[in-house]
């Protein structure tokens, strides 16, 4: 579960979120819509603990993302597919973090699979097409087999294959019972992916509804 309550966070000058709140359920998939700047990405950074909150709290099961006893296995995240060292051959960059978060390497074969990414397993991060780094990034994300998950901008440049090889592995993990938050700043795309929609604009709540009662209202 993620509850989001009157969340602010500023830096500096720019009031990135304004009083916020919104909750996530098991078993469903939220789509997070909004433009770009509209404060998505921040409203995840402060869910998973890597910025602190100015005010109001995001609780990933209750609790502070800090107070997490084992954090990969409660919550996953996709936040920068970039991120990751060229250097780096895909399957030790799993497996070191794998060993860092007291999570069997035995895993790391198995979500490398689930993504699609068992063939390339040896191969250097450096070379990966975008599509790729966001596999690499999903496969990460999914190693704790948490039930809670973030995906910000998942399907961003990818193509149709890969969007809608992402909205079934979305559907897949909520029908398994987990908490999926997905970003994005594509309403079609939200519409297919999502049970419900959180709409952020400037960092303030435009709308948080079913997408079922917003299909019977066309
Ligand atoms: P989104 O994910 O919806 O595109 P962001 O959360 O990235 O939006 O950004 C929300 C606002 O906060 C934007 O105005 C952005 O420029 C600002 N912002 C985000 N991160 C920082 C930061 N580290 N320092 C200063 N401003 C930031
Ligand atoms: P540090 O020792 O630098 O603080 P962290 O544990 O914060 O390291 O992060 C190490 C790596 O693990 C980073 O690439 C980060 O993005 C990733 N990571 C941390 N927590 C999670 C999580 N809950 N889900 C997915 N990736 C995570």
């Known amino acids: 579960m993620i509850e989001v309550r009157e969340l602010t966070k500023r830096y500096g000058g720019t009031l990135a979120v304004d009083r916020l709140s919104f909750v996530v359920k098991p078993g469903t998939v939220t789509g997070f819509l909004g433009p770009n700047g509209a404060g998505k990405s921040t409203t995840m950074r ?3 603990g890597l910025d602190g909150a100015t005010s109001g709290e995001a609780l990933v099961n209750g609790g502070r993302y800090a107070a997490l006893r084992r954090p990969m296995r409660e919550v996953g995240a996709l936040l920068d597919a970039g991120a990751v060292h060229g250097g780096r051959r895909a399957f030790d960059h799993l497996g070191w973090l794998a060993r860092s978060n007291g999570i069997g390497t035995r895993r790391v074969a198995e979500v490398l699979e689930q993504v699609g990414l068992a063939g390339v397993a040896r191969k250097r991060v450096g070379g990966f097409s975008l599509g790729m780094r966001q596999r ?5 994300a999914l ?4 039930g809670v998950l973030m995906f910000d901008e998942p399907v961003n440049g990818l193509d149709p294959d890969g969007v809608r090889w992402i909205r ?3 559907r897949s993990l909520a029908a398994e ?3 999926v938050l997905v970003s994005s700043h594509l309403m079609g795309e939200m519409q ?3 049970d419900r ?9 435009i709308a948080d509804t079913s997408v079922r009662e917003l299909a019977d209202r066309f």
């Open 197 to 205: 929609l959180v709409v952020i604009g400037r960092g303030r709540l």
């Open 168 to 170: 079934e592995l979305v």
């Open 46 to 48: 402060v869910l998973l």
């Open 177 to 179: 019972g987990r908490t």
């Open 192 to 194: 297919l992916t999502a």
């Open 143 to 146: 190693l704790g087999d948490p």
């Open 136 to 140: 690499l990034g999903i496969a990460a």
